[in-house]
């Protein structure tokens, strides 16, 4: 028979041993942070054929050349547009894509454990799914469900709803298909009735991203920071109503979920 006493030294042990490992996860982030130099650098492409102006003036696109361990990549900026000038990058845009592949390197070096282990092969495409704000990952996440359902309606207004465009969002698809097809909201199933119904609490806290550049993306979900202050959010919103709360939590979990998938295993 197992004594009280030998649980508590068991019990104990699992404490150790779980503080140890995140003594080593601090250790490890510190020791990359100190020991492998991160530099991001802006500059305009020039060996890319330009975009030439009314007057003829010659525009690049503008890129990013990333240094970890004395070793250097480039990739395109993601937000960025063509320019004459760097001066012309509309502000805060810099900071904003520095910050998340700052925050990529530091947070794939933190889950290897091992900093000689990291170089930065597939940065691009990693780049890619982790900068795409949250917004946009839960309307690729959201409508294709919206789409097929309307689709199933087999009415012939679903020709008239342009799922591609820009602005065809998913809230926008929805009240559309309200207004189009009788009972359109009993014909979906009811884990997309709840999914539709999270993703208005989600917008009611956080509209559809302005290019100010302080948008939450998935790269800031991932690290956790964006989920502490949604729930923040979301508790000061919906005091009495943890069901909600949880609903949205995951949704958003969901989607950064499927985005996530793109980058394979």
């Known amino acids: 028979m197992i004594t009280y006493q030998v649980l508590k030294i068991f019990h104990c042990k699992v404490i150790i041993f779980f503080c140890l490992k995140e003594l080593l996860y601090i250790y490890c982030m510190k020791t990359v942070q100190k020991g492998r130099k991160v530099a991001v650098k802006f500059f305009l492409n020039q060996l890319i054929e330009p975009v030439t ?13 990333v240094t ?3 070793k250097n990549m480039q990739l395109k900026s993601m937000y960025g547009e063509y320019y004459e000038d760097l001066n012309e990058v509309k502000p805060g845009l810099m900071e904003f894509e520095e910050r998340i592949l700052r925050n990529i390197i530091a947070y794939e070096t933190g889950q290897k454990l091992a900093g000689d282990d990291y170089d930065l092969k597939g ?3 990693k780049y890619e799914v982790y900068a795409t704000s949250v917004s946009f990952a839960l309307e690729n996440y959201l409508k294709p469900k919206l789409r097929l359902a309307i689709l199933k309606t087999n009415h012939e207004l679903t020709t008239v ?7 065809a969002t998913v809230a926008r698809l ?3 298909a309200q207004l189009l097809f009788k009972d ?3 014909q979906l199933t009811a884990k997309l009735k709840e999914e539709l119904m ?5 917008q009611t806290l956080e509209p559809q991203p302005v290019f100010t550049y302080t948008f939450p993306t998935v790269m800031d979900w991932v690290d956790g920071s964006y989920k502490m202050e949604l729930e923040k959010k979301l508790k000061a919103t919906y005091k009495n109503k943890p069901e909600v709360i949880k ?17 394979g295993s």
Request: charged share 25%; aromatic share 16%.
């Open 174 to 176: 929805y009240k559309a």
């Open 161 to 167: 709803l342009h799922f591609n465009q820009l602005n």
């Open 198 to 202: 999270a993703y208005g609490h989600y």
């Open 53 to 65: 102006g009314e007057k003829g003036e010659a525009y690049y696109p503008l890129y990013i050349q």
């Open 68 to 70: 970890y361990n004395r």
């Open 123 to 125: 940065l691009k495409r």
């Open 247 to 263: 609903k949205v939590m995951q949704l958003v979990d969901q989607a950064v979920t499927e985005k996530m998938k793109q980058l």
């Open 184 to 186: 359109f909201d009993s």
